[in-house]
């Protein structure tokens, strides 16, 4: 891959600095203006790269998809193993899934998706992205047979049906303890799902968060 032009560099610190305050300060009370001054720099050449503070937003939500798509960053490129799939099993639920990007954000700007089409849009593209990472694993395993999953499309939307639904309803959750019980329930039931053993002594690391 080529390197990054100036204009890619620059945005790039941008949308970060934008992440950090948002997630500091709250989506709502976060301004072009507020993020100028973190970055002390001139207001105007924000505004030089992303016009207003919705096009950052999207800029923003692209950044989601390439943190989040981490969670597949396997060993084996060519043909995943049956340890790849258990620790992406692992990291999906895990408190590590947690630390690729920040939940507040992630339903603020998923709330947005009811009333922007661009946003809805952008939110597909990131579910869909990610079932599609699991999917492709499953096959890979089941060519080299590792695994016996008879439809791994609809194999890898159940599992994702449950992290989804388990995050939202854990966010809820203040017991710690109860927390940590529902959440190895659900990826017990993953195991299940995929037919194969519980990866015991984890050591998946948590991919650096540049964000």
């Not at 950090?20 to 976060?30: H, I, L, M, Q």
């Not at 923003?60 to 943190?67: F, M, N, Q, S």
Request: neutral net charge; charged residues 25%; contains cysteine.
């Amino acid at each position: 891959m080529g390197r990054k032009s100036l204009k890619e560099t620059r945005q790039q610190e941008i949308i970060k600095i934008f992440y950090k305050v948002a997630k500091k300060e709250g989506y709502e009370n976060t301004s072009i203006a507020k993020i100028a001054k973190v970055m002390d720099i001139n207001p105007s050449l924000i505004i030089h790269y992303f016009e207003t503070k919705e096009d950052l937003t999207y800029a923003l939500i692209d950044h989601i998809l390439d943190r989040y798509l981490l969670i597949y960053t396997i060993k084996h490129r060519e043909q995943v193993t049956l340890e790849d799939l258990q620790h992406t099993i692992e990291m999906l639920f895990s408190k590590k899934w947690n630390l690729l990007f920040d939940d507040g954000l992630f339903y603020t700007f998923y709330a947005l998706c009811f009333r922007e089409k661009r946003i809805k849009s952008k939110y597909k593209v990131i579910l869909d992205s990610l079932r599609a990472g699991l999917a492709t694993m499953i096959e890979q395993c089941n060519a080299g047979g590792l695994t016996t999953i008879a439809d791994p499309q609809t194999t890898a939307d159940y599992i994702f049906v449950m992290v989804d639904g388990a995050y939202f309803y854990l966010s809820l959750e203040s017991d710690k303890v109860a927390y940590a019980e529902r959440l190895d329930y659900y990826k017990q039931k993953a195991y299940e799902t995929l037919g194969i053993a519980h990866l015991l002594f984890a050591t998946s690391p948590v991919p650096e968060q540049s964000a």
